[in-house]
């Protein structure tokens, strides 16, 4: 089961995010916040990790 564990500002910050996790090898999937899909890249997204990996996911991503 994936976890939302983080919305990053929009697509850019969550893909940096993103590679960040999955260089310490947790996987991690994106999402953009259904409301506000239609802003594209500008949009809110939010970011999405194993329910075994969250503990580790945040406290990588605790200073971003």
Do not use: F, S
């Not at 500002?9 to 993103?18: L, S, Y």
């Amino acid at each position: 089961m994936w976890i939302h564990i983080r919305t990053a500002p929009n697509k850019v910050i969550a893909e940096m995010w993103v590679e960040l996790l999955e260089n310490q090898w947790i996987p991690a999937k994106i999402k953009p916040i259904e409301e506000d899909a239609h802003l594209g890249m500008t949009a809110p997204h939010r970011i999405y990790v194993p329910t075994d990996r969250v503990k580790v996911a945040a406290e990588i991503l605790r200073n971003c």
